[in-house]
């Protein structure tokens, strides 16, 4: 903060704006500040909470005087009807905590919630502007860091970094302090222009995923692309790399006619695949519906998954469900390490009902207690399966999930997602009745009664990873329920 008049202030384009001030020395420059907003921002309306400690340097009457009403306290009324975290959260459109202590700033990186601008802070879906006053030390402890990275992951919070500043204890130009608050809302205006930026749908050469699985896909320069698939930040396990033994006798597959099973390389935790393809096929049956000229892909995939199925697993091999039929396993029985996860688990059972949970659970028990099994691709899914130019020549992205399971579950797993595909685009039922039969001509059987089953087990495993892994889902899952329903009910 400097002693000097300033005078770059940009208008931020916003409407309301929550400013939190917090027990830092530097929250007596707040009154400058406002008074400088209702200058240049007139449109702009403020609303500002002073926890206790703010109080200690700066007065809700100075405040008042500035925003033309009442401040309000960060404790808990005992005479207010309302709940003001609530109509703070919805309200802003941009909550700036301006000065924010270090004490504030773990506090919300653990997600504490024990204040109301706290619990708002944690709630809202607005951006939340952090710009920390640190004393002597801190901004190189361990602490900060942890705290700074953590906060950095979250897609709604802008961190305003702290310039060099005086410590009013030692006199030394040795602490950290907030810089200009219209820089901090300059800040926000480019974090808020680069998410208006950003495309809604991922593109073939982008980077995409979720907090389970992030995917990029770039092209090589001799031909062909490179496809990188790595654990999202949220993913409970890492890949379960085939290697050794199992490495070398999926490499024995090699290509069956225009059909190929990619292994890949270990990138770290990723997995890195030299591919002729730049989409899956679950991306063009997204956007271009059942086409027929994939029909043969499909077949193409069903006859990878019939060769890894038909190979003797080595000895020694360990036995266990896929990564996939764990995350269901525990959602299923309420052991749901996600919050949203949980609560989405709660609103299926209860759509649902109890008998058809039962019968869910019955067939999940069944599929993983079945000790009839084999080399499993383990993930096997549309997503997995590159389609080249020539729609006939497929890469199948193997290696991530391998383990031993009953032949049906890969094959399910791709049918679940073709049910669930003709739901969500619609089209012509003929089409994509088309597609399921060549997977199963592709593997040489089909599933006969126990199509639905897996299915519906697919579907419910979609459910837990929307809620369990996409941050800006909040539609709830009453047309899932629906479907899930209709098709249980079969």
């Known amino acids: ?68 009403g009442a401040v309000s306290s960060d404790v808990w009324p ?41 619990l708002a802070a944690q709630c809202t879906r607005a951006p939340v502007v952090l710009a920390p006053a640190l004393p002597p030390g801190a901004l190189e402890g361990a602490a900060v860091r942890r705290h700074w990275a953590a906060l950095a992951a979250r897609p709604n919070v802008v961190l305003v970094p702290p310039v060099a500043g005086r410590s009013l204890t030692t006199g030394r130009e040795d602490a950290w302090v907030p810089p200009p608050l219209p820089e901090a ?54 890949f379960r ?28 935790p990723a997995r890195r695949y030299d591919v002729r393809g730049e989409v899956s096929a679950a991306h063009l049956l ?22 890894v199925h038909d190979l003797e697993p080595p000895a020694g091999t360990p036995t266990g469900t896929s990564r996939g039929l764990a995350r269901l396993d525990d959602w299923l029985t309420g052991r749901a390490a996600d919050p949203r996860a949980a609560c989405a688990q709660g609103q299926v059972r209860r759509s649902l009902g109890e008998e058809r949970w039962a019968q869910v659970r019955a067939w999940h028990t069944r599929t993983v207690t079945d000790t009839d099994t084999a080399v499993a691709h383990g993930a096997a899914g549309l997503g997995a399966l590159v389609v080249g130019r020539d729609p006939s020549g497929v890469d199948l992205l193997t290696g ?14 791709v049918v679940g997602e073709l ?14 009745q088309s597609l399921t039969d060549a997977l199963f001509e592709g593997y040489g059987r089909d ?39 209709f098709l249980i009910d079969l």
């Open 185 to 238: 809302l300059r800040l926000l205006v480019e974090h808020r222009a680069a998410a208006a930026a950003a495309p809604e749908q991922p593109r073939p050469g982008a980077e995409f995923g979720t907090g389970l699985l992030r995917t990029s896909c770039h092209a090589l320069p001799a031909g062909g692309h490179r496809w990188r698939r790595e654990p999202g930040p949220l993913a409970p396990t890492p």
């Open 286 to 307: 997204l956007h271009q519906g059942p086409a027929a000229e994939l029909a043969e892909p499909l077949r193409h995939l069903g006859r990878l998954l019939r060769a």
């Open 78 to 118: 005992d005479d207010e009807s309302t709940a003001r975290h609530v109509e703070w959260a919805e309200w802003a459109e941009v909550i700036l905590v301006y000065p924010a202590t270090l004490h504030f700033m773990a506090r919300f990186a653990l997600g504490l919630a024990d204040s109301p601008a706290l």
């Open 447 to 485: 599933l006969g009664p126990r199509w639905k089953e897996l299915a519906a087990l697919r579907i419910l495993l979609h459910v837990h990873d929307i809620a369990a892994y996409l941050d800006d889902f909040d539609r709830g899952f009453d047309h899932y329920c629906d479907f899930l329903r």
């Open 419 to 432: 049910v669930e595909l003709q739901w969500q685009v619609g089209g012509d039922k003929g089409a994509w």
């Open 400 to 413: 991530e999930d391998v383990c031993l399971a009953p032949w049906y579950v890969d094959l399910g797993w």
């Open 241 to 268: 790399a085939a290697g050794g033994e199992m490495y070398r006798l999926l490499q024995g597959v090699g290509e069956l006619g225009d059909a190929r099973l990619a292994l890949g390389t270990p990138d770290g």
């Open 1 to 68: 903060m400097t002693d000097e008049p300033y005078d770059g202030v940009l208008d931020p384009g916003l409407r309301r704006l929550l400013l939190v001030v917090t027990g830092s020395a530097y929250a007596w420059s707040t009154p400058y500040w406002l008074e400088l907003l209702r200058q240049h921002c007139p449109d702009l309306e403020v609303r500002v909470v002073l926890t206790r400690s703010a109080e200690r340097f700066v007065t809700p009457q100075a405040i008042g005087a500035r925003v033309g």
